[in-house]
């Protein structure tokens, strides 16, 4: 089975800190992995997604890294603030598998003011 | 704008009760339709997928069934209940490509 594989299942960061979440996944086929943003009672929003022809992608204040012959991506979240705090998914999909998500199990992040 | 609208938002079922949830997509044609169960704490499990109308995907054996008919609605239906049918069902749309966004969410609850 296809499986991403996610650390940490919770994190706790002081306001303005740097948040870290890591992903490993193992089928070569994925070639694209976003990033969901999910809140208490609400559906996932897409914060952000990178493709494996590029090392690094930002966005404001976040950035993801792959690194593709380790077969890993991270979510980084720079200047942490206390409306950060959600769980975070990561994913991963291809085109071959008519674009299906496969999910991390997610990171309770928590960024005490 | 793409909307995803679900309906109902909460719902409170016995077990052994049929169960209708729908998702109705706007402003798009065509769109791959996707749904999800999130049991409580833990991450999203896909359940079907649909290219177009008529044409259902499931991706795990259980208590479920999911029809498409038509272009920008799709139904996840029960005959009977579970206790393990309690989660967060979420319905997603992609249209053609990797990205993929959610609806707000119905959250079952089966007693």
């Known amino acids: 089975q296809q499986q991403v594989k996610q650390s940490p299942q919770s994190l706790i960061v002081q306001k303005g800190g740097i948040s870290i979440i890591n992903c490993a996944y193992e089928n070569t086929a994925f070639d694209y992995f976003p990033w969901y943003q999910q809140f208490p009672g609400k559906g996932p929003a897409l914060l952000i997604a990178i493709r494996p022809d590029v090392s690094e992608k930002k966005e404001g204040r976040f950035t993801i890294s792959f690194n593709k012959s380790a077969k890993q991506f991270s979510l980084h979240i720079m200047d942490s603030q206390p409306g950060d705090s959600a769980t975070y998914f990561c994913?991963?999909?291809?085109?071959?598998?008519?674009?299906?998500?496969?999910f991390g199990k997610g990171t309770l992040l928590t960024v005490n003011p | 704008s793409q909307t995803i609208h679900q309906w109902p938002a909460t719902l409170v079922q016995p077990v052994g009760s049929p169960l209708s949830l729908e998702c109705t997509v706007e402003g798009t044609s065509n769109p791959n339709l996707y749904w999800y169960r999130q049991a409580a704490g833990r991450g999203l499990q896909l359940l079907f997928y649909?290219?177009?109308?008529?044409?259902i995907s499931s991706e795990v054996p259980q208590n479920l069934s999911a029809s498409r008919p038509q272009d920008r609605q799709f139904i996840l239906s029960s005959k009977k209940l579970l206790l393990s049918d309690s989660g967060f069902y979420l319905c997603a749309r992609g249209q053609g490509t990797n990205e993929q966004y959610f609806g707000p969410g119905t959250r079952l609850t089966v007693t």
């Open positions: 649909s290219v177009g109308i008529g044409q």
């Open positions: 994913a991963a999909s291809n085109e071959g598998s008519n674009y299906k998500l496969t």
